[in-house]
């Protein structure tokens, strides 16, 4: 059975940063595509940053560019997702996301495998 399972979620302030890591069980990733997406309260689940499983092209949502970086350990086969600058709208449940093919996708409909989240709250 494939798991992914997030961490290093936590309450932070205005301006800190925090790493996410995501540590798939039961399959590698390392040639998948991986997403990170979130979800505050009583707003839909929405993207955040993708990686390209072959060539490591990354994208990101307007809101968190410049400020998050995702990036893969394939010898670790895990991912990261670095945010710096953390604002209070970045409050959310972040989940880490996979899919079963290499191209990345900004559409959570596209991943076929789903980490359980981690919470991320941010002071003023």
């Known amino acids: 059975q494939v798991k992914l399972v997030e961490s290093g979620g936590g309450l932070v302030q205005a301006g800190d940063s925090l790493r996410l890591s995501c540590a798939p069980s039961?399959?590698?990733?390392?040639?998948?595509?991986m997403g990170w997406f979130r979800q505050a309260p009583g707003k839909e689940r929405e993207f955040v940053a993708a990686?390209?499983?072959?060539?490591?092209?990354?994208s990101y949502a307007d809101a968190v560019k410049g400020r998050f970086t995702i990036s893969k350990d394939n010898a670790k086969n895990t991912v990261f997702l670095q945010m710096s600058s953390l604002k209070p709208e970045d409050t959310a449940i972040y989940y880490c996301?996979?899919?079963?093919?290499?191209?990345?996708?900004?559409?959570?409909?596209?991943?076929?495998?789903w980490g359980q989240g981690t919470q991320v709250t941010v002071s003023s």
């Open positions: 996301a996979g899919r079963a093919g290499w191209t990345s996708s900004r559409n959570k409909d596209d991943y076929d495998y």
């Open positions: 039961g399959r590698t990733f390392n040639r998948n595509a």
């Open positions: 990686i390209n499983g072959i060539t490591g092209t990354t």
